[in-house]
């Protein structure tokens, strides 16, 4: 069983940063990658990020990449997720998830496939 806690949302200015995390216990990450989604009011969860088991692979939607970074430490069983350039349609509550990774190197699967769950932080940017 591996629990997942985010943290590092808040309110920021258009154009501010955040940095997220995605803190991991009960089992070490080093086999799962890692996925950040994000569900704002109204609208349905979407894939924002994913990095591999290894970090080697990272992959984003279109309409973050070349804004935000994702991440992983494995030593500290954390997972990152950077933040700039923000913009008000970045408001939503972001939720890590994770997935044991049994082929490396294959892209990120639909968010039924990832097994655990954080609870999510919200981000929110101001105009």
């Known amino acids: 069983q591996v629990q997942l806690a985010e943290s590092g949302g808040g309110l920021v200015q258009a154009g501010g940063s955040l940095r997220l995390s995605c803190a991991a216990s009960?089992?070490?990450?080093?086999?799962?990658?890692v996925g950040w989604f994000r569900q704002a009011p109204g609208k349905e969860r979407e894939f924002v990020a994913a990095?591999?088991?290894?970090?080697?692979?990272?992959y984003y939607t279109d309409s973050v990449k070349g804004r935000f970074t994702i991440s992983r430490d494995n030593a500290k069983n954390t997972v990152y997720l950077q933040m700039n350039s923000l913009k008000p349609e970045d408001t939503a509550v972001y939720y890590c998830?994770?997935?044991?990774?049994?082929?490396?190197?294959?892209?990120?699967?639909?968010?039924?496939?990832?097994?655990?769950w954080g609870q999510g932080t919200q981000v929110t940017v101001s105009s």
């Open positions: 998830a994770s997935y044991f990774e049994v082929v490396p190197g294959h892209p990120p699967p639909p968010a039924h496939e990832y097994r655990y």
């Open positions: 009960g089992r070490t990450l080093r086999s799962y990658a």
């Open positions: 990095i591999s088991a290894s970090g080697g692979d990272t």
